[in-house]
């Protein structure tokens, strides 16, 4: 990123009154910060634990266990911050709030080193077993933060406005994929609970230094210039996903779970992201695509003698999603919104009475009642045999790694279907609709129309999904689509962000993952997941990945940021 | 009773031989057991500004709800070239009747071409197919829909404006873009309630130099004002409300001397020689102004 | 059908139960149009603290007289989270989106239910709340019903319907009477020109949330005695359909609240008679819809809110 140039002077950008280019100010911290970073890059090449069993082998001198290694990238992070307040970096640094990113990074790494102490102290009995590098590598961390503090923050430099060569910001932006494919496929090999939160910490860690520093935005801004760029590196890395797993299912199963959950949440975004409409009974269209799935499965227990090929089979489970769909929304859309909000709660409801009644006693016998409908056959495409496993290049691709496949394909289909829909005059009149319903009405906007196409949309992908997802699963109960599975998603499309992909995605991956890999988390995950809806609404509403708009809606009042967001709006329409 | 009166006398200068675009009826309009709006009718031609005055709470905003459908009137019906409008705000906007509000409603977090865009929305029929599978019919249509939201906001002079989100945009801005929002539906008749409220004097000439311009288009106007100059540089008509009935209709000059109408505004009763017009205008503007005190803290 | 007495007088019990805590749901949408989901936990945190208060204080003792102590303990349990969670939750939101509120609701509602779940029990001589508990059966409240004819009449259903009774009469005074009551209808009303007149919005905004999570506490205490127990899950199902009798009734009309619990509870019981109970829940939702499709307003009219 050696070349930048600043066009930020031409635009009326509210922030070029501000002081910029006086990397000077923050002359203070700048010791401090190479030696905080210093000694943490450095601990890394130390021993930390004196017992090998802890987390890996940390004994070693100059050997890196993966747990160093974080804190590694860390300090190496720390460097290049410290490097454009003052040394060779500097023409980086004049869009950088360098001091913020310090201060941050340093406290993530604090809590990083905290953690891992904790660790030690848990696994080899007691504190003392901890070796100088450990130490060394907290006084570093704790050395960045008062770096950080002591230097001038500098929050509203314009660091959208630089650019680097187009051939450089792809090689970022696909460095980045690739590094996100690597930390998945590590993360999902951590069998220590302890490694995997650590992992996760050092992630964020690194996350929250570059939030502060403004990275991001250049990210942002960077990443929609070459979205096409970004999109296909991302799917070539979720793609080449299942052939790094060397025909272990172990993983691919997990992999599996977490998208089928993406997919859903993806759907759900744009009922919830797009609309602004609230369905919390997302999860039984899902459920009414996957017993239309397991009921044309050709299953020993399916009560409909009757097995179309699967092609057929998808359509109708979609079809049949979306007239449920059409049948809750329709009344329910005319009235407020809130409403929507309660009848779908309702209909998750039904959904399940219904799956539970009708059984043969209560009801016709569709569903075999609380059994399901179990001995779901595998998938069978056009003769391709999803239970077996095939190979590629000679890499095997197991029964996990097919269903996976197909759903990343079910994913791009959304993705697409999400993304040209948000870019048209129908996403217009949806954004409308979300800012002011009336107005929207008055001005000729088909306010009724639109809401039902969203939620019978939603409905159809949730459907398709479904009867994926049925094969998948091998069985299908009534309880497996219950109304906190709907919050789950929910939850999901907050924290990463309402109205994006990249967030929802996001949110998807990490709610799903947290759960498989930490026993003691699934127990209290609705706990925390509740915590987090309310908080993420209290405090950051737009989610982690923050859509412009979105953002702007939640913070009404914020005279700042919409300035901020208008100079991106015209740095981007003006290159 | 004064309703009558205004139709047998007709108003000399309205241009009485063109073509009847707008037509209400009888219209009430009943909040539980507050009447809004009491038996008023109206007829708008082409080519014509009415102006609709009175004091505040006379029900004149209600009226346009009445008649954009926001509010499905007690009684009475509402023609738009000759076909009855439903009570449907969709409907009345695609039969060729659109407006702006009071209290500006625009869609604060969408840029100035975005929002005249959705004002497209009506004319515009690509569905969701066309969007996802971006046919060629969507790109056209597109690609017109941005062309004309660029020429409906040089139009009204924002051409320069179109990237800025409407929240960031000044208040005399915000009232034209709403205008250039209400335009892009391709309206017959264009409804605007108070278009000058909080204008300085400069904005407030360039605002009537629009309305002209608008009007010499072919279009029909109907406007609520509270500035009597206004008014009277630019209707063809104006009809004078209070609490709900229609007190007088007539051009400027019988409204404006009517002793009715200044006692209706300024609420003497002691008898006294009717006040000098820009006196009047006075009153009304510091009324005006105590109102939009109490909204501007309420939103 | 000779067993349409008897189910009609289910019908009430069970509708007694749906208005009270019905209320809630409507005086707080009267006041902030804010559907709080999370007043059915309101409901079941009643009935905890009902059998906390038992717990700590009389243990066994199971005479009549212990009854309105078990009573308070439930009130102050609802309602200390009733405020608590306007406070923290709520109030920071009223200018938000109308999203934001929703979906904090949503987050509060599963929260409270699993924070019961995981940590009623760790508190020393507390039961596990993982799965039902027993609620104490209550000397003179409980025990063998009244026979009226062929009509059996459970003794807590009598306790349900006198509650409701009580609270009714106590709300009419409430409203009508008093200074707050009056100040709630006119925030109701229009809270802006109430702040103008010196109505202090947000504490009456406090004492509606504390209004309805008190009916809902003696509601919560009255299902704990008919059904001999309590559970974590027991708010989702009487919220929902509690927010039904309020539809039903015409959100935001007190007066709708009590007649839409009532009618939906006879509704459900006579369909009970029709077809088979396992459908029961899934005709009250059923009501909610047509409802919805045909008188939004509901029985005796809502509140209009909306203005251009
Ligand atoms: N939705 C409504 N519900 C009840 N009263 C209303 C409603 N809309 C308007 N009103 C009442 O109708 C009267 C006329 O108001 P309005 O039409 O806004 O007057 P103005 O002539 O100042 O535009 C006022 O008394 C107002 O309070
Ligand atoms: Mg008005």
Redo the contacts with the bound molecule.
């Keep these: 990123m050696s070349t930048t140039v600043d066009r930020a002077d031409g635009a009326n950008s509210p922030d070029s009154s501000a002081p910029a280019p006086a990397p000077r100010a923050t002359g203070k911290g700048v010791p401090l910060a190479y030696a905080g970073s210093g000694l943490m890059t450095a601990s890394a090449l130390m021993s930390w634990c004196y017992d090998p069993d802890v987390l890996g082998d940390l004994t070693l001198y100059g050997n890196p266990a993966p747990v160093q290694l974080t804190m590694l990238v860390l300090g190496l992070l720390g460097l290049v911050l410290a490097m454009s307040a003052k040394g060779p970096l500097r023409r980086l640094g004049a869009g950088l709030d360098t001091s913020r990113g310090a201060f941050r990074l340093g406290l993530g790494a604090v809590a990083y080193m905290a953690l891992t102490l904790a660790a030690i102290t848990a696994q080899a009995g007691g504190l003392v077993n901890a070796d100088p590098g450990a130490w060394v590598a907290l006084v570093g961390s704790l050395v960045l933060v008062v770096a950080g503090r002591l230097g001038v923050s500098r929050p509203s430099r314009n660091i959208g406005a630089m650019r680097a060569k187009g051939w450089v910001e792809i090689l970022v932006l696909v460095a980045l994929v690739a590094i996100a494919l690597l930390l998945v496929a590590d993360g999902l090999t951590l069998r220590d609970p302890w490694a995997f939160v650590l992992l996760l910490l050092g992630v964020g860690a690194a996350a929250a230094g570059l939030a502060g520093a403004n990275a991001f935005t250049w990210l942002g801004v960077t990443a929609s210039y070459h979205s096409r760029v970004l999109t296909l590196a991302a799917f070539v890395a979720a793609f080449a996903f299942p052939l790094t797993q060397n025909g272990s299912d172990a993983n691919m199963s997990i992999a599996t779970q977490v998208i089928i959950f993406s997919a859903t949440a993806l759907g759900l975004n744009i009922v919830v992201g797009l609309a602004g409409l609230l369905d919390l009974g997302y999860i039984a269209f899902l459920g009414a695509g996957a017993y239309v799935g397991a009921i044309l499965s050709g299953s020993a227990f399916a009560t409909i003698d009757w097995q179309p090929p699967f092609l057929v089979t998808v359509i109708i489970g979609a079809l049949f999603s979306a007239l449920l769909g059409l049948i809750i929304g329709s009344p329910t859309l005319r009235v407020s919104g809130d409403y929507l909000a309660i009848v779908t709660l309702a209909f998750g409801e039904i959904f399940r009475l219904a799956m539970f009644n009708l059984d043969g006693n209560n009801g016709p016998k569709i569903t075999n009642g609380p059994n399901g409908i179990p001995a779901i056959p595998e998938l069978n495409f056009f003769g391709f045999d999803f239970g077996v496993t095939h190979h590629l290049f000679g890499i095997p691709i197991t029964r996990f790694s097919n269903y996976y496949l197909l759903l990343l394909c079910v994913i791009a289909l959304i993705i697409v279907i999400f993304s040209n829909l948000n870019n048209s005059r129908i996403g217009r009149g949806w954004v409308a609709i979300r800012e002011d319903e009336k107005a929207a009405d008055a001005m000729g906007v088909n306010v009724f129309g639109l809401k039902l196409l969203a939620f019978a949309g939603g409905a159809f992908l949730a459907g398709l999904a479904g009867t994926i997802k049925a094969h998948h699963d091998v069985s299908v109960t009534p309880d497996q689509y219950q109304f906190l599975e709907s919050a789950f998603l929910l939850a999901a499309v907050v924290l990463g962000g309402m109205g994006t992909v990249g967030g929802v995605l996001l949110g998807a991956v990490v709610l799903k993952l947290l759960p498989e890999k930490l026993r003691f988390f699934s127990e209290y995950r609705l706990l925390i997941f509740g915590l987090l809806l309310v908080l993420m609404m209290r405090f950051r509403p737009e989610g982690l990945v923050a859509s412009k708009r979105r953002k702007l809606e939640f913070h009404e009042d914020d005279e700042h940021l919409a300035d901020k967001v208008q100079t991106i709006h015209l740095e981007e329409k003006t290159s | 009773m004064s309703t009558a009166v205004a139709h047998d006398t007709g108003a000399p200068d309205a241009p009485s031989g063109r073509d009847v675009l707008l037509e209400a009826r009888g219209v009430v ?1 009943r ?2 057991g ?1 009447t ?2 009491d038996d008023v009718d109206l007829t708008v031609r082409e080519g014509e500004i009415v102006g609709l005055i ?12 009445c008649l954009t459908g926001l ?1 499905k009137p007690t009684e009475g019906e509402v023609r738009l070239s000759g076909t009855v409008l439903p009570p449907k705000p969709g409907r009345v906007v695609r039969a060729g009747m659109s407006r702006t509000f ?1 209290n500006i409603r625009l869609f604060a977090n969408m840029t100035a071409l975005e929002n005249v865009m959705v004002g497209r929305y009506c004319r515009t029929k690509a569905g969701a197919f066309d969007s996802i599978l971006r046919t060629p019919r969507f790109r056209r249509e597109e690609a017109q829909t941005r062309e004309r939201a660029q020429e409906l906001l040089d139009y009204v002079g924002l051409g320069r404006s179109t990237e800025l989100l409407a929240r960031n945009m000044p208040y005399g801005d915000q009232r034209r873009l709403e205008i250039a929002r209400a335009l892009a539906t391709d309206p017959k008749v264009l409804l605007l ?1 108070e278009p000058t409220a909080g204008m300085n004097p400069q904005e407030t000439a360039d605002a009537e130099r629009l309305i002209f311009k608008i009007r010499d288009s072919g279009l029909a106007v109907v406007v ?1 004002e509270h500035d009597m100059r206004f008014i009277f540089n630019l209707c063809d008509r104006v009809l004078c ?1 209070v609490r ?1 009935k229609t007190l007088i209709e007539g051009t400027p000059g019988e409204v404006q001397s009517d002793p009715r109408v200044i006692e209706a505004y300024i609420g003497t009763g002691d008898g006294t020689e009717p006040d000098d017009p820009d006196d009047i205008d006075a009153k009304i503007e510091a009324q005006v102004e105590a109102r939009e005190a109490r909204e501007g803290g309420r939103g | 059908m000779n067993d349409i007495p008897q189910q009609l007088v289910n019908g009430l019990t069970n509708g007694s139960l749906y208005a009270l805590i019905a209320v809630g749901y409507t005086v707080v949408y009267g006041i902030v149009q804010l559907i709080n989901f999370a007043h059915g936990e309101v409901f079941m945190i009643g009935a905890f603290g009902a059998l906390s208060t038992w717990f700590l204080l009389f243990r066994d003792n199971t005479s009549v007289w212990v009854l309105p102590v078990m009573i308070a303990g439930a009130i102050a349990a609802s309602v200390a989270t009733a405020v608590i969670m306007e406070r923290i939750a709520y109030r920071p939101l009223r200018h938000a989106p109308r999203l934001a509120p929703l979906i904090t609701a949503i987050g509060i509602s599963v929260f409270l239910q699993e924070f019961v779940r995981l940590f009623y029990g760790t508190i020393p001589g507390f039961p596990s709340a993982k799965s039902k508990i027993p609620f104490p059966a209550i000397d003179g409240v409980t025990g063998s019903p009244f026979h009226l004819g062929s009509v059996v009449i459970q003794r807590p259903a009598l306790f349900t319907m006198g509650a409701l009774l009580v609270c009714g009469l106590f709300l009419g005074w409430f409203i009508n009477k008093t200074k707050q009551g009056r100040a709630m209808q006119a925030v109701s009303q229009d809270p802006d020109t109430a702040r103008l007149m010196g109505i202090d919005v947000d504490r009456i905004i406090v004492i509606a949330f504390a209004l309805g999570a008190a009916l809902a506490a003696i509601a919560g205490v009255a299902q704990g005695l008919q059904n001999n127990n309590i559970d974590f899950k027991m708010g989702f199902m009487a919220g929902l359909k509690a927010f039904t009798a309020a539809v039903l009734g015409g959100i935001g009309n007190i007066q709708g609240a009590v007649v839409g619990g009532l009618t939906l509870g006879v509704a459900e019981a006579l369909a009970t008679v029709f077809v088979t109970g396992a459908w029961k829940d899934v005709f009250a939702f059923g009501l909610l819809i047509l409802v919805l499709v045909f008188r939004p307003q509901g029985l005796l009219g809502a509140r ?1 809110v ?3």
């Design positions: 309009m909040f539980g507050l809004a709006v009175g004091p505040n709470g006379a029900g004149k905003t209600t009226f346009f709800n509010y009071q309630d609520i409300l709900g | 209009v909306d203005r251009a």
